[in-house]
């Protein structure tokens, strides 16, 4: 066990997220064939030693809430330190939402301050990868840094990413949100911050208290040559979610395997809510190719260069190419599928055709019949 702590906010990209998150968070979103975004964070955690873990709703987290289980699966359900969850309502007069990340880590001021580490990792749910944060922590102290910018060089693929320049030392020179998307590459911030809880809780303070609003603009950007802020480049796999069009583009991405592996290593394990479930049927009639399946389904038609979460059904004559579907979906006979995205208990009747497109395909919400 680290002298770090936890902070994690469940949303905050639901509404790019659109239908997938209508019924759910961004934490709680589904993601390759049985996991769900926010294992990934909470497994990188456990994994380096980091068990005193606080979680910030928004809205929608009742699915979050039962899979999670308290941490049961993570084995953070203990007397001490573990999983804590905070409900979305600010202390302010009118006791509405929390309006920002600021005003929402000053509603927690005091479970921060209670908690028994002097370090504190803040992050988003929307993140998959397999990081290290013990090595993370141990490379901020050896530098002497106030707070630690975990970033990863990739394409700006939406907009608003916060770009970041450093120099030779791993010295934050520059920050910045760029609006726009494209192809080019850049050093893009994760939403991922370490830096000591005392440093923390007088940020936090002083923002608030000045009315301010944007965790990064208000005080980061604010920062650079008045603290140590150092950029950790990740260099193994991480992919941030944070519309339809980045999450269709990394799902896919797992099938391929030799980036499935590193994703899902053997040495770093990602855990998530166990259920028993009957191993998956393959019918006379089932053709699959360069397809992720989990368990529980029956298939009896044709997968290709596709996800299927768990309990799917494919009938005789049914076609699902480079689409994923999520728990309980039903493709009846003689229906096609291609390029999409059917959220939990979809189903699609006989002799049914339903497209999208690579750039951008349909998505069709929990529970519907087409």
């Not at 390759?32 to 909470?42: E, K």
Request: aromatic share 8%; hydrophobic share 40%; charged share 25%.
């Amino acid at each position: 066990m680290i002298n770090v702590m936890s902070v994690l906010f469940a949303a905050g990209n639901d509404s790019k997220l659109n239908e997938l998150t209508i019924h759910r968070t961004t934490a709680s979103m589904p993601f390759g064939g049985r996991y769900r975004l926010i294992d990934f964070t909470l497994s990188n955690l456990v994994n380096s030693g980091i068990t005193t873990i606080g979680i910030i709703t928004r809205s929608h987290y009742s699915s979050l809430m039962d899979h999670i289980r308290m941490g049961r699966d993570w084995d953070l359900n203990r007397k001490n330190s573990g999983i804590a969850v905070f409900p979305p309502y600010a202390y302010n007069i009118n006791h509405d939402v929390f309006k920002s990340k600021i005003e929402a880590i000053h509603t927690i001021l005091d479970y921060i301050e209670k908690a028994k580490e002097d370090y504190v990792i803040i992050s988003n749910c929307n993140i998959a990868g397999n990081m290290d944060f013990d090595a993370i922590y141990n490379e901020h102290i050896e530098q002497g840094a106030d707070i630690t910018i975990l970033c990863k060089r990739l394409p700006s693929t939406t907009g608003r990413r916060i770009i970041i320049k450093k120099d030779a030392g791993n010295n934050v020179t520059d920050m910045y949100i760029s609006e726009s998307a494209g192809e080019e590459e850049h050093l893009i911030g994760l939403d991922i911050y370490l830096m000591k809880k005392d440093l923390l809780i007088s940020l936090i303070s002083h923002a608030f208290a000045h009315g301010y609003n944007d965790l990064e603009k208000d005080i980061l950007f604010k920062l650079i040559g008045v603290k140590q802020l150092k950029a950790k480049e990740i260099t193994g796999y991480v992919s941030i979610i944070d519309d339809v069009k980045t999450y269709y583009y990394e799902s896919m991405k797992l099938l391929d395997r030799k980036l499935r592996d590193e994703l899902f290593s053997e040495q770093n394990k990602i855990y998530t809510k166990i259920k028993d479930s009957t191993p998956t049927k393959y019918l006379s009639n089932a053709i699959v190719k360069n397809s992720l399946i989990a368990d529980g389904c029956q298939i009896d038609g044709e997968v290709a260069d596709s996800i299927l979460f768990r309990n799917v059904t494919i009938e005789k004559g049914a076609k699902v190419k480079n689409s994923i579907i999520m728990e309980g979906g039903h493709i009846m006979q003689n229906s096609t599928i291609s390029y999409a995205i059917t959220d939990k208990s979809v189903t699609i009747k006989e002799n049914r055709s339903i497209s999208g497109y690579q750039s951008y395909p349909v998505v069709l919400v929990k529970n519907k019949v087409i």
